[in-house]
């Protein structure tokens, strides 16, 4: 029998118990088709929250999205009474995990907040109250609730700078917030029974954690010691069946993709280019010869045309620098360029260096857009744009040479910084 009981007879809400005392009260959005406007989902999400019960008091863990708050409390009401509960866990203060919040604290105005550090100043732009009761927590805090207790693990940017895990250590169960948590809808509930999930799992980790790699890392130091016989997350499957795999998948993911051939104290430098009567192109070959002078920088180029974005992603995500070659076309940089730019938000490009160039017959706007774009994205730009009026002289070869040049220098450290006029810019 693969069903679990999530409503009686009558279409009532039940809560679901993963042991004697923590109960699944969540809700399931069946029809979601896109969450937070980038993820898309082919059959909705859930909304997990939990109860664990002590022999002192119970502690309800996270809520859901508002429209699913009747749910949320028939399920909560099936296992405790509002005077009962002691303590509220917030893992993630994201509105799809505390829609439900303001009238649970009404319902159980007992009950004692935990949130994280970094949780407090959204929780008062989120409840939009002067008068907040809570406990800031960090990694090591516990909450006892007799025979049961909570720790907290501070996990940030997993999927907010608040995020934090809360561990049931006579349970051996994590409750994990958004982290090994993905968009996936299916009344079984648990991932031994549920229906073949692993391509949401991957998905929601490229898009939601992938850009926080080094926070994953740090997480899974924190995670990785603890004995566990479930991981509860606030999205998707449960994971009690082989809950170390998921773990395992995060240590995967989140180390480099690509097998490292570089030797010690080399750079990377990727340049790419797309070029239309082949002057932007004439550019990138004579950036590409003046980089490779630098002895400990690996250089490539590629043109654009020629690839798809996804690899370049990878790469680019393990470069140490990202130049990028692009004309201007109706004042603008050209879409192939917007495109690969644009599939960057999924990587981490903070402190990288950039450097952009281009040919253009009139104004020459592009190089400027994607330079301003780069530092929006946190690379440095710290040398100029380099931009050539339709087809580069001799001189400007020389110029495009001396340019790539510095920018390898830059990387390994040889070239002198330079003060930058942004009115030039
Ligand atoms: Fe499920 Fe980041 O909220």
Redesign the pocket.
Known sequence: MNSVRLVDEEGVPQAVALSERVHWVGALDPNLRT??IILKTANG?S?NAYVVRGSEGVAVIDTVKEGFASDFFARLECVADYAEIKVIVLN?L????TGALPELMKRAPQAQLFISQKAQSMLKGLLKQDELSFTPVVTGDKVSLGDRSLEFLHTPYL??PD?QCTYAPEEAMLFS??VF?CHFCDNRLYNDKVGDFRFSFEYYYAH?MRPFKEYVVRALELIEPLPLKLIAP??GPILRDRPQHYIQRYRQLSTPALHNELRPNQKTLLIFYISSYGNTRRMAEAIYQGAMQVEDVRVSLYDLEGGEVAPFVDLIEEADGLVLGTPTINGDAVKPIWDLLSSLTVVNLKNKLGGVFGSYGWTGEGVRLVEDRLRGLKLRVPIQGLRVKLIPTDDEIIECKAFGLELAQELTGVRESRVINFADL
């Open positions: 969450f937070d999400t909304y993630h994201e509105p799809d995990h999927h907010w995020t917030g958004d948590g939601i606030t999205h």
